[in-house]
Nanobody
Framework: QVQLVESGGGSVQPGGSLRVSCAAS????????MAWFRQTPGAEREGVAY????????YYEDSVKGRFAISRDNAKNTVSLQMNRLKTEDTGSYYC?????????????????????WGQGTQVTVSF
């Protein structure tokens, strides 16, 4: 099993940038695919970005493509999401998620039900 703890986030005006990070512990980090999801009250948890165990492959949902960048550091057991040109609709709780890598090339879309381990979430608010 792997335990996940998010950090970062906060409040920013539209057009600004934020970075959220996730620290993993408890198992071999490099055997897990990692992803970021987000959720607003009353809405389904939606996928944002995915990264394969050795960073060879990333995937982004259309809503964030070109603005967000996911990265990981297996030596530090961390995964991060750099968010640029933020929009008000990016507001939400951001969750780090993990699942054991079983091979293949992930082509999306991201589905929360496919991930087994979750952090507690960190809030991102984009407003004037």
């Amino acid at each position: 099993q792997v335990q996940l703890v998010e950090s970062g986030g906060g409040s920013v005006q539209p057009g600004g940038s934020l970075r959220v990070s996730c620290a993993a512990s408890g198992d071999t980090f490099s055997t897990y695919s990692m992803a970021w999801f987000r959720q607003t009250p009353g809405a389904e948890r939606e996928g944002v970005a995915y990264i394969s165990p050795f960073s060879g492959h990333t995937y982004y949902e259309d809503s964030v493509k070109g603005r967000f960048a996911i990265s990981r550091d297996n030596a530090k057991n961390t995964v991060s999401l750099q968010m640029n040109r933020l929009k008000t609709e990016d507001t939400g709780s951001y969750y780090c998620a993990a699942r054991r890598y079983t091979g293949g090339l992930f082509g999306g879309p991201l589905n929360a039900a496919d991930f087994d381990y979750w952090g507690q979430g960190t809030q991102v608010t984009v407003s004037f």
